[in-house]
Each structure stands twice: as C-alpha cells, then as structure tokens.
C-alpha cells in the first residue's frame, strides 16, 4: 500500500508565493514519475508540473517561470514552489506517483488534493 500526503495549500493574494508538498510512504520499489495536476470547478483534471523518467522536468506553458518542481529522495516528497501565483492558477492541486510495489506491482497514486485559492 501506497499513501501520499499533500499540504501546503491556502489562500495567498495575487502575486504571492505558495509551495506545496507531498509525502509518500508505503513499499515503494521505484518511483518512475511524480508531478502534479490541478482542477478548477467544471474543468478537467491537467498537468502542471512532472518529473519524466530520466529525471526531466516539464511543466505546462501557463506556469513556466512562476512554478518550480523539486524532489527530495531520501524522504521520498515532491514540492512545487508557486510564486508570482495569478487568480486563474486557483484550484485543486493534485499530487501523483507512478511506482512499483511488491506484490501490487505498478501502481498510480492520487494524492487527497489541496486546495489553492489566489484572491484579493
């Protein structure tokens, strides 16, 4: 079993700097991705921010510059550092890790979600 816990989330006004977190515990074998996604009310579920296979970082073209993806290993926690934060980046953010287990074997994992709100 495989949980991720997720913090960091609140409300901030425009401009401002939030950074996220999500811890993961559990028989991991091998974390081959982790990032994370957002959903505002009546929207789809999208990528912000992933760590590929090999280590590359991508991030989508709305957040480049503003949002910053990190991973500390030995605690096996992803961060995503939000600065310059605009209204439309309000919305639910989503940790995810794609890891092998043993038995389970491949596993996705969702985090509970935290909600961000950018407003003055």
């Known amino acids: 079993q495989v949980q991720l816990v997720e913090s960091g989330g609140g409300l901030v006004q425009p401009g401002g700097s939030l950074r996220l977190s999500c811890a993961a515990s559990g028989s991991i074998n091998r974390i081959y991705a982790m990032g994370w996604y957002r959903q505002a009310p009546g929207k789809q579920r999208d990528l912000v921010a992933v760590f590929t296979s090999g280590g590359i970082t991508r991030y989508t073209d709305s957040v480049k510059g503003r949002f910053t993806i990190s991973r500390d290993n030995a605690k096996n926690t992803v961060y995503l550092q939000m600065n310059s934060l605009k209204p439309e980046d309000t919305a639910v953010y989503y940790c995810?890790?794609?890891?092998?287990?043993?038995?389970?074997?491949?596993?996705?994992?969702w985090g509970q979600g935290t909600l961000v709100t950018v407003s003055s």
């Open positions: 995810n890790l794609e890891v092998t287990t043993t038995p389970a074997g491949y596993l996705e994992v």
